[in-house]
């Protein structure tokens, strides 16, 4: 079975770390761009952060640049976030997906499968 | 950020045809593929349209995708009461380096 499984949320202190994994199984994880989404409480998706099948092309939203960041280890079936700086406004769930398309943003990329999240909150 | 505008909210009667707009622009929409997503409450969001008007296999042909220019939409054919969840548009941003979601869409099914 194709699946996805986030760990590593919780509750952090503004200011603090936190490092989020993705189990990936069922799948060859090495030949697929990962992505983490977050979705705040009560609000829309917001994507994150992607990362290229082999790690070569890595991209980050505006919000978290210089604060989080994505890698993967193919030979663990893993995919990370690490995320650094924590504010208020990080407060979501985190989900990590895969993304159909071989480097985000091209082909028929797409994030056709998804875990079930975990929650990230970010309070004093 | 949501570069991309849908309406808040859609609704039909159970059989009725509901259409979602998204709106975007030329560094999104326009020159990338467009995704269609599927959420309900307290659940992570599906697939539902890749490439424009692609179905994934196991999604009901009653969903259809479409796109012109910098607008693409989504069309829900014989709406069903478990139709009833949010819906986003995503695509690719080339100005952004980065994908952007709609603003999501309500529908709900009178």
């Known amino acids: 079975e194709v699946q996805l499984v986030e760990s590593g949320g919780g509750l952090v202190k503004p200011g603090g770390s936190l490092r989020l994994s993705c189990a990936a199984s069922g799948f060859t994880f090495s030949s697929y761009t990962m992505t983490w989404v977050r979705q705040a409480p009560g609000k829309g998706l917001e994507w994150v952060s992607s990362i290229s099948s082999s790690g070569t092309y890595i991209y980050y939203a505006d919000s978290v640049k210089g604060r989080f960041t994505i890698s993967r280890d193919n030979a663990k079936n893993s995919l990370y976030l690490q995320m650094n700086s924590l504010r208020a406004e990080d407060t979501a769930v985190y989900y990590c997906a895969r993304d159909r398309g071989p480097v985000p943003g091209m082909g028929d990329d797409a994030f056709d499968i998804w875990g079930q999240g975990t929650m990230v909150t970010v309070s004093s | 950020q949501s570069v991309l505008t849908q309406p808040p909210s859609a609704s039909g009667t159970p059989g009725q045809r509901v259409t979602i707009s998204c709106s975007g622009s030329?560094?999104?929409?326009?020159?990338?593929?467009v995704k269609w997503y599927q959420q309900f409450p307290g659940t992570a969001p599906k697939l539902l349209i890749f490439g424009n008007d692609q179905r994934p296999s196991g999604v009901p042909d009653r969903f259809s995708g479409s796109k012109s220019g910098t607008s693409a939409s989504l069309a829900i054919s014989g709406l069903q009461s478990e139709d009833e969840a949010d819906y986003y548009c995503a695509a690719w941003d080339d100005s952004l380096n980065g994908y952007v979601f709609g603003t999501g869409t309500q529908v709900t099914v009178l």
């Open positions: 030329s560094s999104n929409v326009e020159t990338n593929t």
